[in-house]
């Protein structure tokens, strides 16, 4: 356990020296000050730049509208962001040779997987964290969010899919051991995702579904109780792409 | 004139912020690039250019891709 925190140490302090906190903080309360700005502004934007004398008739603006950008840009945006900051977590050591030396000193295998995945969900925590925050604090403070469902479950959702997604770009960076090893392995199984998305009976099972279902949650047309599927679904694997990427780094050549 | 200003001061809680972020990190990563000037790829005028033109993407692309080590001059 003791050297498990150690390796978790020297991951936190690498992450502060190559700026990663710095751009997260940074980048995440961007994303979170956009959503209610959008949404707040179209309208006015619609009336700016319209020729005279077009009437366009503009709903005022209401918190669903600010939530609604949040689950657009935070899913888009922020996971690319997150992804491609991660995307070098073992690839940067596995080039340099630098785990080599600490593995031969008696380092697990496994301390250095879960250290570094730990890590990681530590990090999206807080961006999901801090983005959620600042959206429901302008938003609060603009509108009347009252009329508005599981707001707490929805982000959940995100935050379960992000999870998977860093399991799976941890895996393909293992295994690929290049930066864009990761990166592409995540692309390729967000596209699987969509693919599979195309058949209506995947609902069911597709984590995808958790980001595309959050509309539906925030105006209470689903339930989480319809959710609760896909959810299990995402946490199985993503643990289990974890103990994959566990046994498939034990047997790589350094 | 004076519609506008109003209009200025009604968003004036979103837009000082975001200003206030976005220019903050792209000028610390502006100096960031010419302070050490080793890169991975590129140059320091591609790089400059990425980080002060694309939105909070180029600095993110700099410092995971571009940012070259200072321990290893030698190649």
Redesign the interface.
Known sequence: MNQWFGFLKKEWFESVK???L??VI??F??LG??N??TA??TP?LFEQFMPEGTFVNLPEPTALDSWLQFYKNVPQMGLI?FI??F??MMSKELEKGTLVILLTKGLHRSTVITAKFFMALCYWTLAIALSFTITYA?TAYYWDQSQLQHLLFAVSCLYVFGILLLAVTLWGNTLFAT?YGGTLVTLLVVIAFFIAAIFPKSASWNPLELLTATTQLLTGELTPSDLWIPYIITLFAAILVVLLTMTHFKRKLL | MNNDTA?LME?L???L??II??L??AI?SAIHVIRHPHYRFGNQVMWLLIVLLIQ??G???Y???G?GDDNSRAN
């Open positions: 190559t700026y990663k710095l751009l940074v980048i309360s961007i000050i956009l209610p700005f707040k502004i006015t962001v491609l900051l995307s070098t302008y930066p | 209009l968003y809680p979103f837009l912020p975001l972020l976005q903050g990190l610390f909070f993407i600095p993110l692309i410092f995971v891709f940012r």
